[in-house]
């Protein structure tokens, strides 16, 4: 299976900004997309932005024009670069990527999130 390892999360404060990283790793034969989730406690999942091998993105509307995907197809990494942080935007972010791989049936990998906390 592709193990994906996400870093850069934390606690700042409203106005500023992280940088979340995402490193996917395994025996891949073709990552599709990429992306990063969150979920705050006590509610669903929901999509933050994907970016596809391509380079085509797709931005939740609470987060457009302040988050910015971007991908490094070289070394397997998505990055997730947030700005403007607001305290709704507190959760654990998930590294998610659509990816083909030599000996596994799976096709949708998720990492196991890094905190994001946005508090004065």
């Known amino acids: 299976q592709v193990q994906l390892v996400e870093s850069g999360g934390g606690l700042v404060q409203p106005g500023g900004s992280l940088r979340l990283s995402c490193a996917a790793s395994?025996?891949?034969?073709?990552?599709?997309?990429m992306g990063w989730y969150r979920q705050a406690p006590g509610k669903q999942r929901e999509l933050v932005a994907t970016?596809?091998?391509?380079?085509?993105?797709n931005y939740a509307d609470s987060v457009k024009g302040r988050f910015t995907i971007s991908r490094d197809n070289a070394k397997n990494a998505v990055y997730l670069q947030m700005n403007s942080l607001k305290p709704d935007d507190t959760a654990v972010y998930y590294c998610?990527?659509?990816?083909?791989?030599?000996?596994?049936?799976?096709?949708?990998?998720w990492g196991q999130g890094t905190q994001v906390t946005v508090s004065s």
């Open positions: 998610n990527a659509k990816a083909r791989m030599y000996s596994s049936m799976r096709y949708d990998h």
């Open positions: 395994g025996s891949i034969f073709s990552i599709d997309a």
């Open positions: 970016i596809t091998s391509g380079d085509s993105t």
